[in-house]
């Protein structure tokens, strides 16, 4: 069932149960506010009759005669009946109306008024002590009157129920109209995006609604999608680039070697450059694997050093500063040695720490220092080069897959570092921020969360 046609019957079910509620206790209501009347009525006939049937010996000839004249129609011998103390009918010709019994005439005497229905009439009676002795005066009326009124009053709401449950549904299925039309054309663009626009977000409709939430969820859906789509594609791009020189030259050495017999020395250097390429290679399977989640790491969240990481690094990266002529300067400023203690994955943060530290060695054309402090009770990690800095275009995107800045020239790189890295630290709820300038150097201040 559509939503349209799901908002049309539960409106057309909600006003009908509504109007039947409604009408039901209009109906009754009126029900009992006309029988009500019908009775007073009733009641008003017969103390006139009384009046004129029991008063006439008190009352002047003129008199009672003005009294018959004006209530002739009300007063009619065929609907009064006038029992005395002994339970029979002295006047009126009402004479043995089988629905008045001896129970009535007991009830009227002891409550000084009954009344009834049955057989289609109304019945009323009064208690009406006289000189000539204790008289019940019983009056009845027809009560078609009534029952007609009932009827009409039935076919009236039953009209309005039906033409009120016709109009709600054709009104709804014009408002649903109106009000799904925004889902329906979200429906119709999500249903024209394809593989190759699959980025292209839906115009917002600005009307802050749920529509409006729906919109933003949906094109948040799609950045996503395109994301991984896009890190698929890079991926495969990045392999067949990145593998191709590590494999050609895999493949090249070997073929030259395999021409004529070579000495032992020659043998391992090649062996040696050989196991240097496959090194290349799985590091960088390793790394994309980290960033898809593919590996899962066995090691569980605990307590680490932050400065032994560092330490570690230190010991790593040593060599290859020396290397470019350059070195690793640490500086620890941080009087509060708990604030070194950090709970975390010791492979993942080593990791990223490690890719920090070694871009800013292959960059740099100075020392690396890297400093340790604390500020607002939060541990902070510096790591400062004098390199050539990155251009303030790239800034934005350095930490996306994949991408380096325009001025690395020929020096080597996959584009993953800093990527893994800041994602690595979001795990860990590790900020990091990056300031450059070119020509001067690159600050990573790394802000670490409190650590209670």
């Given amino acids: 069932?559509?939503?349209?046609?799901?908002?049309?019957?539960?409106?057309?079910?909600?006003?009908?149960?509504?109007?039947?509620?409604?009408?039901?206790?209009?109906?009754?209501?009126?029900?009992?506010?006309?029988?009500?009347?019908?009775?007073?009525?009733?009641?008003?006939?017969?103390?006139?009759?009384?009046?004129?049937?029991?008063?006439?010996?008190?009352?002047?000839?003129?008199?009672?005669?003005?009294?018959?004249?004006?209530?002739?129609?009300?007063?009619?011998?065929?609907?009064?009946?006038?029992?005395?103390?002994?339970?029979?009918?002295?006047?009126?010709?009402?004479?043995?109306?089988?629905?008045?019994?001896?129970?009535?005439?007991?009830?009227?005497?002891?409550?000084?008024?009954?009344?009834?229905?049955?057989?289609?009439?109304?019945?009323?009676?009064?208690?009406?002590?006289d000189n000539q002795g204790d008289f019940v005066v019983f009056v009845k009326s027809s009560n078609d009157s009534f029952r007609s009124q009932m009827i009409r009053l039935s076919v009236i709401m039953l009209s309005v129920l039906v033409i009120g449950l016709l109009v709600i549904y054709f009104l709804s299925r014009y408002l649903s109209k109106i009000v799904y039309k925004p889902i329906s054309n979200v429906v119709e663009r999500i249903n024209k995006v394809d593989y190759n626009n699959i980025s292209t977000a839906i115009t917002s409709t600005n009307t802050n609604d749920e529509i409006e939430e729906l919109i933003k969820s949906y094109n948040k859906l799609l950045g996503r999608i395109s994301e991984s789509m896009l890190l698929q594609q890079n991926f495969i791009n990045y392999v067949s680039h990145e593998f191709k020189t590590p494999l050609a030259a895999i493949s090249g050495n070997l073929e030259v070697f395999a021409q004529k017999d070579r000495t032992p020395e020659e043998y391992k250097s090649v062996a040696k450059e050989s196991l240097d390429h496959v090194y290349e290679i799985e590091n960088i399977l390793n790394n994309l694997l980290l960033m898809s989640g593919m590996a899962k790491l066995e090691a569980s969240h605990k307590q680490i050093r932050i400065d032994e990481l560092i330490w570690k690094i230190y010991a790593k990266l040593e060599s290859e500063a020396k290397e470019k002529q350059s070195g690793i300067a640490i500086r620890l400023n941080v009087t509060r040695p708990a604030l070194l203690e950090f709970p975390g994955n010791e492979t993942l943060l080593y990791l990223a720490l490690y890719n920090i530290v070694q871009n800013a060695i292959k960059y740099s054309q100075g020392p690396v220092t890297i400093i340790l402090s604390e500020k607002n009770s939060r541990l902070q990690v510096e790591v400062k080069d004098h390199g050539r800095g990155i251009p303030e275009e790239d800034l934005t995107k350095i930490t996306e897959t994949f991408y380096r800045g325009k001025n690395v020239d020929n020096i080597k790189g996959s584009g993953i570092g800093l990527s893994l890295s800041k994602s690595i630290f979001d795990h860990h709820h590790i900020s990091m921020k990056i300031d450059s300038t070119v020509n001067k150097g690159t600050v990573v201040l790394l802000t670490f969360p409190l650590n209670i």
């Avoid at 009352?59 to 009619?76: F, S, T, V």
């Fill in 1 to 129: 069932m559509t939503l349209r046609n799901r908002f049309t019957l539960i409106s057309s079910l909600s006003f009908g149960i509504v109007s039947i509620v409604t009408f039901v206790v209009i109906f009754f209501a009126y029900y009992d506010s006309t029988k009500i009347f019908y009775f007073e009525k009733l009641r008003n006939t017969a103390l006139i009759s009384a009046i004129y049937y029991l008063e006439k010996d008190e009352l002047p000839k003129d008199r009672h005669a003005q009294i018959k004249k004006e209530y002739d129609y009300l007063i009619q011998n065929n609907r009064v009946a006038v029992f005395n103390q002994n339970n029979v009918v002295t006047f009126g010709q009402n004479l043995s109306d089988p629905n008045i019994k001896l129970r009535h005439l007991q009830i009227a005497r002891n409550n000084k008024g009954v009344q009834f229905m049955s057989d289609n009439s109304f019945y009323y009676g009064i208690f009406y002590p």
